[in-house]
Each structure stands twice: as structure tokens, then as C-alpha cells.
């Protein structure tokens, strides 16, 4: 297996925020060809973005997982992004180099280019959709100067996500920390609103959220499903009765020696494994 950690380079004065002594990154781990199995096989990539309410990014959510989809024989990259108080749209440009250097990669690391998937956890779960709903818009491209959809998300994997900016169902905490300042600004909180943002270029989705959540109320989640069924893009959704905000893989993997989980949200790891693999 290969691992390589790849510094993410961003121009904060250029988009009109400032960086901080934390410096992003992506961290790849790609599984190796062999002989006795399949020199020519290519992968899906997952390219997950931890939750944290753009204040951090969870342990939980990143290494974990990785190591899930890499048992499934998939390549994984991790993005450390930037947090408050770097503001948007920095994540969104940091997400973009990971999806783009996966593409550059492709040779390399056996990339199946029809199957990058973006993949995110609440506030993460934000980034995945804002990302997968904004990858095609021009601050993107012309930043990047990207031609010919080198960032192209193939799919969105979202996990209770924060989606909604507005209202009495959002989290305030991540909307803030996203924007700082700028949170009255209409125009901005319509733009980080992946459920407004729907269009053609929207990739298709696997969505889960638990019923008892009440930091990312499922609200968010329902809104985005219904959003993308009112543009008919084909998508996936679980929601499970009880179970609290940020449980990732839902075991002691995640949370020490703590017992009182629930079985059956332990089963959507494998649900949006066979997702990929029938993409």
C-alpha cells in the first residue's frame, strides 16, 4: 500500500479570508496492484471529509472510515481542511484539489475515474454536499483554472449532515464558523446551502441520519433528499430510529470500550460500501 500525505497550498489573500499556522492537506492511501490478483485493476476513490463543525476535524471520522473502505479494496484520501477562522470558500478549494489529484493520479494509483466519491460527516456532510453542488461553479474552476472537469465528483456520501443555513433546524455553530462575518450576507448563506444549489451537475447520493439527533436535526438530511428528488437525481437514504449526533462507525473503534451502541446503524458502512461497488 502506498501513503502519502500531500500538502494542499491556498492562496487565502486571493479569496478573501486569512490562513492560519495550520496548513491543509490530503492524506492518500492507495492499495498496490498485484501480479497474483490483477495488475490492471482499478479502484474507487473516497474522499472523505471529517466533521467538527468547521472548528475541527474529527479523528473519528477520518482514519477509521479509511481504513473500512481500504479493507473493501478502495482507495481513500483524507482531507485535513482548513477551520475557523479560515472562512469559505477555502474548503471548498481545498476539496477540490484532493477530487483533482485523484484524477492527476490516476495511472498511478489505479484511480477508476468513474468512481470518486466525496464523503463527509456533519459539518463534514456540509462540505461533501456544498462541494458535490458547487464543483462546476466558475470561483471554482477559475481558481484552479480548471478546463474540462479534472474535479468532478462521481458521487456524495453523507453522513447526518449539517446541509441547511437557515432556520430553526440548522447548526448555527458550523454555519458561523463557515462564514464568520459574513452570516447575515443573504446571498453567501443561499450559496452554502447544498439544497439550494441543486442542478444537472449534482452527482447522485447515499445519505443517512438518525431520528433522535438533536445537534443536526434529520431535517437537514430530509431537506437534501427532497431536493434531489425534485431534480431527479437517483439517491439512497437510511434513517435510523434512535442513535445520537456523530457516531461515524458506531462501535468502540470510534468511542473506547463503550458498549451501549446500536446494532443496526452499524450496518451503513456496508450499505455505502455495496453503494460504491454498484455505483
Not at 9 to 24: L, N
Not at 161 to 180: Q, W
Amino acid at each position: 500500500m502506498k501513503y502519502e500525505v500531500i500538502n494542499i497550498d491556498i492562496d487565502y489573500e486571493k479569496i478573501g479570508t486569512k490562513g492560519t499556522d495550520f496548513k491543509p492537506y490530503m492524506a492518500a492511501y492507495i492499495p498496490d496492484n498485484s501480479k497474483e490478483i490483477d495488475l490492471n485493476r482499478k479502484r474507487p476513490t473516497v474522499v472523505i471529509c471529517p466533521g467538527g463543525g468547521y472548528s475541527m476535524t474529527s479523528d473519528r471520522e477520518a482514519e477509521p472510515l479509511a481504513f473500512k473502505f481500504l479493507a473493501a479494496d478502495y482507495n481513500v484520501i483524507v482531507v485535513r481542511y482548513d477551520v475557523a477562522p479560515v472562512r469559505f470558500p477555502a474548503q471548498i478549494l481545498e476539496v477540490a484539489f484532493a477530487v483533482s489529484k485523484a484524477r492527476e493520479m490516476a495511472d498511478e494509483w489505479n484511480v477508476d475515474t468513474d468512481k470518486i466519491f466525496v464523503m463527509g460527516f456533519s459539518a463534514g456532510g456540509h462540505l461533501a454536499a456544498s462541494y458535490c453542488t458547487l464543483w462546476n461553479k466558475d470561483f471554482v474552476k477559475e481558481y484552479y483554472s480548471f478546463k474540462g472537469g479534472e474535479n468532478k465528483p462521481n458521487g456524495m456520501i453523507l453522513c447526518y449532515p449539517v446541509i441547511m443555513s437557515e432556520g430553526d433546524k440548522i447548526h448555527a455553530g458550523s454555519i458561523n464558523n463557515l462564514l464568520g462575518e459574513k452570516v447575515a450576507n443573504k446571498e453567501l448563506l443561499e450559496l452554502v446551502s447544498p439544497e439550494k444549489q441543486i442542478s444537472e451537475d449534482t452527482p447522485p447520493a447515499f445519505i443517512w441520519h438518525t431520528f433522535e439527533d438533536t445537534c443536526v436535526p434529520v431535517e437537514n438530511s430530509l431537506a437534501m433528499v427532497s431536493a434531489l428528488k425534485a431534480h431527479n437525481i437517483n439517491t439512497e437514504f437510511h434513517l435510523f430510529p434512535h442513535g445520537w449526533h456523530g457516531l461515524s462507525l458506531c462501535n468502540d473503534a470510534v468511542y473506547g470500550n463503550y458498549k451501549g451502541f446500536f446494532p443496526e446503524i452499524q450496518s451503513w458502512i456496508d450499505m455505502a460500501i455495496r453503494w460504491v461497488k454498484e455505483f
